[in-house]
């Protein structure tokens, strides 16, 4: 039986996975959601004898019902193999009071490689079952680490051309350049002057535009989405979440069965919600600890039940969480709001229209296992700092957000579950705020040579994903203004 996935925002309108992963976003801005969360079918003995690429499959084939074995494990082992810097895919390293899932093994150095290299053969794949003619415009907005992620998976993927928005001021200096060296003839990376909810917000325009659609169509094109809001990007992540666990058990760890703590540095509320979905399968998960950088709009919704956009926007060293319109928070809200794409609307027209919402008391408590905090940026450098001094292991800057925000929870709850930190980035991404941490002195050098004093005092090797964008030349230099993204699309497909 296949498993239906359905719009936040219109319950008649249903996809299988492969349209769901071909469209993006429903329509209206609606997400799709499965109509259940499907329960894991193999004993957490067996899956903690299998390898990531295993237990990728066993988790995958429970949402992505329509596709076959063979489509699947060719997406699987196409996407997980060498272009990660280890066999592992993702490690797990206890360090301190917890363990780091490393999750930036991949080709751009982030967790958002978990998902994107699998995605672009995900798509590819859904575009034939679907009988698709239409050339795939992957539309982007990206806080620093979607986008090159995003570029890095589908650059020279024929059927698709792949379109990038960054705020052109809100990236650190690694990940600008590591977008504006992107090669490949189908790659497209634009400039905005304003903030990511600024180009999120655009992109959900041009996605919600029919009569853009009806263009595109004429001209043989259709968009789709590389962000969180695409169920091909949020599945794939549950998958590091069984990982953990199945890891956890097979090292001797845990107790099969015994709860764990997971603890997720959050701006779009996509891997959290990874996190959750893993719960819901019956990973033995308790609280999953949602951490905020002084953006604490989440912290604040986690605390009083009231979403509240209407505050400034503050630049952070952990840029990539930056946002204050977390979009997948709507999956959760709609599931709690009896998948009522109802109910669910008039909380989304009050965002819209006054910048605010405020939950159900029931909705709250069914969001009980949730628990929100966050670091100010003191805090993270101070974080960094303490791990550096007591073990030698450095941490990038949104990891350590989750550090701080796990350490608060300890000392507020006293719940000493093993737990489980996501460790989003490498320090050689956001090397300037990392170093700075742990030596205000550093700041007098430049990017480059940060890098290899990094490398000098971790001991871990710099990154290929550094080492090519040392030379290499600038090929993007298109900025425009928040209100021309479109026009900038139609520019770049000659329509
Ligand atoms: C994207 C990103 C996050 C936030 O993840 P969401 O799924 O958007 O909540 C955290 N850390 C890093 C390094 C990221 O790139």
């Known amino acids: 039986m296949n498993l239906i996935y359905r719009s936040t925002r219109n319950n008649e309108e249903t996809a299988t996975a492969s349209q769901a992963i071909l469209k993006g976003l429903a329509n209206k801005g609606g997400l799709f959601v499965p109509d259940q969360i499907p329960a894991m079918d193999v004993p957490m003995a067996e899956l903690a004898k299998m390898n990531y690429q295993q237990i990728a499959y066993e988790v995958m084939k429970l949402f992505f019902t ?41 080709a751009t150095i982030a967790f958002k490689d978990m998902a994107l290299s699998i995605l672009p053969y995900l798509l590819t ?28 998976g589908f650059a020279d993927v024929p059927g698709t051309k792949i379109i990038v928005f960054y ?29 990511f909810d600024d180009a999120q917000t655009g992109v ?37 979440y069984v990982y953990s666990y199945a890891t956890l058990l097979g090292r ?28 819901q399968m019956g990973i033995p998960i308790d609280r999953l600890i949602c951490a905020s950088n002084d953006n604490k709009v989440l912290f604040d919704f986690f605390t009083t039940g009231c979403y509240d956009k209407n505050r400034q926007f503050i630049l952070t060293s952990s840029p990539s ?12 809200i709609y599931q709690t709001a009896d998948r009522d794409a109802e109910k669910n609307n008039a909380f989304m027209a009050d965002l819209g229209s006054k910048g605010s919402y405020q939950i159900t008391d029931s909705m709250k408590e069914q969001m009980a296992d949730f628990y929100g905090n966050y670091a100010s940026e003191a805090e993270v450098a101070a974080t960094i700092k303490k791990m550096y001094d007591a073990c030698g292991y450095i941490m990038d800057t949104h990891t350590a957000v989750a550090a701080n925000v796990y350490e608060k929870f300890l000392a507020d709850t006293k719940d000493n579950k093993k737990a489980v930190i996501a460790s989003t980035a490498s320090p050689y991404k956001f090397t300037r705020s990392v170093m700075n941490a742990i030596d205000p002195a550093y700041d007098k050098q430049t990017d480059f040579e940060l890098v290899d004093e990094l490398e000098r005092i971790s001991g871990v090797k ?18 425009c203004e928040t209100e021309d993204m479109c026009k900038e699309v139609k520019k770049i497909l000659g329509i």
């Open 462 to 479: 710099v990154p290929q994903a550094i080492e090519d964008i040392r030379s290499a030349a600038i090929l993007h230099d298109t900025v």
């Open 167 to 195: 705020p052109k001021h809100g990236v650190s200096p690694i990940q600008e350049k590591q977008m504006v060296t992107q090669r490949g003839d189908n790659t497209f990376v634009i400039g905005i002057e304003g903030n």
């Open 66 to 106: 329509d596709f076959t074995e063979e489509e699947l494990k060719h997406c699987i082992n196409s996407a997980y193999d060498k272009k990660f810097d280890t066999e592992n895919i993702a490690e797990l390293v206890k360090k301190g009071d917890a363990y780091f899932l490393e999750l930036f093994h991949g």
């Open 252 to 279: 001797g760890e845990i107790e099969d069965g015994e709860k764990i703590n997971v603890v997720v540095p959050t701006g779009n509320f996509g891997n959290i919600l990874a996190a959750s979905y893993a719960k």
């Open 204 to 240: 959900k325009q041009m996605f919600s535009d029919p009569e853009l659609a009806k263009e595109l169509d004429a001209a043989g094109y259709q968009f789709s989405s590389a962000n969180s809001i695409n169920i091909g990007r949020l599945i794939p992540q549950v998958a590091y």
């Open 321 to 332: 969480m930056d946002i204050l319109i977390s979009s997948n928070l709507e999956r959760l």
């Open 125 to 152: 794949t859904s575009a034939k079952k679907n009988g698709v003619k239409n050339e795939i415009v992957i539309l982007t907005a990206t806080s620093g680490d979607t986008g090159k992620a995003a570029l890095a």
